[in-house]
Nanobody, 117 residues
Framework: QVRVEESGGGLVQAGGSLRLPCAAS????????RNWYRQAPGKERELVAL????????HYADSVKGRFTISRDNDKNTFYLQMSNLKPEDTAIYYC??????????WGKGTLVTVSS
């Protein structure tokens, strides 16, 4: 049974940092891209960061460039979103996602990040 689970969310003051781990189990995810999405209240879900399985390249939404870093630990089947210099507009539910080139798609249930001003 595949399990994908985020953790690490919480309440943080503006300017602070959080690290969100995403642990995946139940199958091999070698050829899956790792993605972080977020959904703020009243807004659509947006892609925040991704890391490609093929070459390890990373891509970020403009709103988080220079502040967020995505990384992976293949030995632990875990990937991370390091968030720094957080802003109130970063408040959202953060979801991790693993996606293959063949359309296989796995999601976590989300973790809430609240940034106070």
């Amino acid at each position: 049974q595949v399990r994908v689970e985020e953790s690490g969310g919480g309440l943080v003051q503006a300017g602070g940092s959080l690290r969100l781990p995403c642990a995946a189990s139940g199958r091999t995810f070698t050829t899956y891209d790792r993605n972080w999405y977020r959904q703020a209240p009243g807004k659509e879900r947006e892609l925040v960061a991704l890391i490609k399985w093929s070459d390890g390249s990373t891509h970020y939404a403009d709103s988080v460039k220079g502040r967020f870093t995505i990384s992976r630990d293949n030995d632990k089947n875990t990937f991370y979103l390091q968030m720094s210099n957080l802003k109130p507009e970063d408040t959202a539910i953060y979801y991790c996602n693993l996606q293959s080139d063949y359309g296989m798609d796995y999601w976590g249930k989300g973790t809430l990040v609240t940034v106070s001003s």
